[in-house]
């Protein structure tokens, strides 16, 4: 990409406010250093990470990252075995810390299903719970261990505690003794050895040694002799002291080091983390959303916003191309907002190819380009004035040399700095030339020639920046398919100027251009009223479209709760069914104790048939299976199946594949999607409508058919290996008969067992040459490409 064209649409700006919302220096890092691809996979996979952390921040605020830090730089020291300060392990905790309340945040399954991608990296997260358990009982803070971190510590602390206590008190008691030798009345310290401040002239009358004295030579810090034993022994205790905690510290970095393959795994997947909610935030910021993206050079920007202007100042424009014309051509006077135009809709470009969210209505669309290239100005920004003719050609030469039909090209006021009719022409040739290569192209420009030329030529459109006369200031709507009108007489009178020089200006103009510009005016009125007309539709139908969804919501929590109710009847039937069996057993069994009692025969026989009526009334009452599902036309009943046939699952209103044949207890395991289950055979229907006949074709028409159809990628995130194995056995059959030289697997990133699993699987494969690793503009680790064998 173009380093130029970031400058000249101030893309560095727009990192530099995107970093500001990450909380990590490395995620801070990754913003700084995100640029945008030309690889629509990549960026298709970037803006799905955008959306689910939008999703995230819009539900739950943001993700558990308060606190984290960047410890690359710790865990290079561990690996060296250099020691690690209680501040540096402090840090390792707080990653350790942020991995548990990440996954514990992630316990919910409705959260796994909504947003997979994160849920994928906080899964691949690894707590070391014995490690922050060690850490957070050894350290206190960035300076200090905690006096329990080993039996050995605690016992230094606590004789240090008992030698300063008797120290103080022996002290104490010589500061009454000596009071009328001492300056003040205290007990201090110099160099670790408790002191008492001493007159210089009473020297010899306190005994002991000299350890520092004022900067006036007045007074004299002395050990009295007394104490210095003990002092020695406080020394002695301290050294022992640092010996364990450094020992203490080196066996926490030893741990460090003994997990620093997986406390980097966690760093780096922490930031990116917080690089992914730094983009939401961003984006949630600009009020952006989400656009369709495509790589055939369609664009249509619904209410774009310049991100780099005041929302209270930024007017919405709808910015078109692609579809059927290539070349936006904008003209009219030099108000600034032509050039406001051509940076919004180069930025927006930019910053959908980097992944980011961008200030448009939904529905909006952006393309994917090889490249972007920017003639706007001579460094200047939206505020500054036009560069020369010069600079200018210097830029488009250099643009001309490069430019492809996978590129967009930016240009203000073509052609301007010289002679107005060679400057035309020039720009109307120059125009044509990035048409015919196929680029796509908004330009601007304040020739008339040009509109003309516009309106003339097939795949080229005029527009316009809309211009109040009253106010004399552009109201910044661009009106496609209108050509700018100067309005240079409108706003001189405007200005005050003679209307005699005006109308003699007019003279100097042939009649046909002022026809022309008159018939300009019309349309830009027309265009205006039109515009308001469809606004109003639009308005009208998102209102109806809002009233139908809701009313779809309703419908379908109204049909919910019937199935709920009527489930709950059925159950409640078939409740009432069985315990009125049960009671009937229970009047059997009277009957029968009844009938052993009793000798009459007659109640006997009368016992008997009231039993045998009882049952048969009983075994006639039937409740309908409420988990059997309606059935669908031109199905019948399944008496036999055999592997491989396609069956239709009653209970679960589903099509399946039959795995296996009918076991022991008459179920059939079949395979819906990537689920398995047993089903009994009198579940199962088959279609037996007609099918339609499957056109044969030869070997030849195969391999060509495949040579059409076979793409130069497949995607399995999402599959387990199994699945994987058998989809990447069957791609690379089409692959290789289809005569492509390399493929990509995408795989993803995870946990690193599909991509384990995929690769183990490649390097054994017959059509396989050689594999490695995507690079950073492929997919990084998340792709692996196969050279394939010839």
């Excluded at 994917?368 to 010069?390: C, H, P, R, W």
């Excluded at 211009?467 to 109201?475: A, K, M, N, Y």
């Excluded at 009208?540 to 709920?564: F, M, N, P, V, W």
Aim: contains cysteine; charged residues 30%; aromatic residues 4%.
């Amino acid at each position: 990409m173009n380093e130029k064209t970031f400058r000249v649409l101030e893309y560095d700006k727009i990192i530099q406010m995107l970093s500001q919302r990450a909380v990590s220096a490395m995620a801070k890092n990754m913003c700084l250093e995100l640029k945008p691809s030309h690889n629509i996979y990549e960026v298709k996979e970037r803006l799905a990470e955008t959306k689910e952390a939008f999703e995230v921040v819009l539900k739950w605020g943001s993700l558990p990252l308060d606190g984290i830090k960047n410890i690359d730089e710790i865990i290079k020291k561990a690996r060296k075995g250099i020691t690690l300060t209680p501040g540096e392990l402090l840090y390792v905790c707080d990653i350790l810390r942020c991995c548990r309340r990440l996954k514990a945040f992630m316990k919910d399954g409705s959260k796994n299903e909504s947003y997979p991608i994160i849920f994928e990296i906080i899964d691949s997260l690894v707590h070391i719970k014995s490690l922050e358990d060690a850490i957070e009982a050894a350290v206190i803070s960035e300076d200090e261990l905690d006096d329990r971190a080993s039996e050995k510590l605690y016992s230094l602390r606590r004789s240090i505690r008992d030698k300063n206590s008797k120290v103080r008190e022996k002290l104490q008691s010589m500061v009454v003794s000596y009071g009328k030798y001492l300056q003040d009345p205290i007990v201090t310290i110099r160099g670790d050895r408790y002191v008492i401040p001493v007159k210089a002239e009473h020297r010899g009358s306190v005994p002991g040694l000299v350890h520092d004295q004022s900067s006036s030579g007045s007074t004299l810090f002395i050990e009295p002799m007394a104490v210095v034993e003990l002092n020695n022994d406080i020394k002695e205790l301290l050294i022992k002291e640092r010996v364990e905690i450094e020992r203490i510290l080196a066996e926490l970095t030893s741990k460090v080091e003994d997990n620093a393959d997986v406390l980097e795994h966690n760093n780096i997947n922490l930031a990116f983390l917080d690089f992914l909610m730094a983009k939401a935030k961003f984006g949630l910021d600009l009020n952006g959303s989400i656009p369709e993206i495509n790589d055939k050079g369609i664009i249509n920007l619904k209410a774009a916003r310049h991100p780099l202007i005041e929302k209270d100042k930024v007017v919405p424009i709808d910015i078109r191309l692609g579809e059927t014309y290539n070349s936006l051509v904008i003209t009219g006077p030099n108000t600034g907002g032509k050039t406001v135009t051509l940076k919004t809709a180069g930025l927006l470009t930019l910053m959908t190819m980097a992944g980011l969210a961008i200030p448009v209505r939904d529905g909006s669309v952006v393309s994917v380009f090889k490249n972007v290239f920017a003639d706007i100005g001579d460094e200047q920004s939206i505020e500054q004035s036009l560069s020369t003719f010069s600079s200018h050609m210097t830029n488009i030469v250099d643009i001309i040399k490069n430019v492809d039909d996978k590129s967009f090209v930016l240009v203000d006021e073509l052609g301007a700095g010289t002679d107005p009719t060679e400057g035309a022409a020039l720009a109307m040739a120059i125009l044509e030339t990035f048409f015919k290569r196929g680029a796509k192209t908004i330009a601007t420009t304040h020739y008339s020639e040009i509109k003309v030329f516009a309106m003339e030529t097939q795949g080229f459109e005029n527009a316009s920046v809309e211009f109040s006369i009253e106010t004399l200031r552009p109201t910044y709507r661009l009106l496609i398919g209108i050509p700018g009108k100067s309005n240079a007489f409108e706003i001189s009178k405007r200005l005050g100027l003679v209307e005699d020089i005006v109308d003699r200006a007019k003279e100097f103009i042939s009649k046909d251009a002022a026809k022309f510009e008159d018939v300009i005016q019309n349309l830009q009125n027309k265009t205006v009223l039109v515009e308001k007309e469809l606004e109003e539709a639009e308005r009208e139908r998102r209102e109806a479209s809002s009233i139908k969804k809701d009313l779809q919501e309703k419908k379908y929590k109204l049909d919910t709760q019937r199935d709920k109710i009527v489930r709950e009847a059925q159950e409640e039937a078939k409740r009432i069914v069985k315990q009125a069996k049960a009671e009937a057993d229970m009047i059997i069994k009277e009957l029968n104790e009844l009938r052993g009692r009793i000798n009459d025969a007659a109640a006997m026989k009368e016992a008997e048939e009231a039993r045998k009526k009882l049952k048969d009334k009983l075994n006639s009452i039937q409740v309908k299976d409420v988990n059997t599902l309606p059935i669908k036309d031109g199905m019948v009943p399944v008496e036999k199946v055999k592997a491989g046939e396609e069956v239709y699952v009653t209970t679960l209103g589903q099509k399946a594949v039959v795995l296996s044949e009918a076991d022991s207890k008459n179920e059939v395991m079949v395979q819906i999607g990537i689920m398995k289950v047993s089903v009994p055979i009198d579940k199962l229907m088959k279609d037996v409508t007609k099918k339609k006949e499957v056109k044969k074709t030869g070997t030849s028409g195969l391999v060509k058919q495949k040579t059409m159809n076979v793409s130069s990628s497949i995607d399995l995130r999402g599959q387990t290996l199994d699945e994987a194995l058998y989809n990447i056995d069957k791609y690379l059959d089409d692959a290789f008969l289809a005569g492509l030289e390399s493929v990509s697997i995408i795989h993803g990133k995870g946990t690193g067992v599909l991509r384990e699993g995929i690769q183990s699987a490649l390097r054994k494969h017959h059509h396989v040459k050689s594999i490695r690793m995507g690079d950073f503009s492929e997919g990084g680790s998340g792709v692996t490409v196969v050279e394939i064998k010839k």
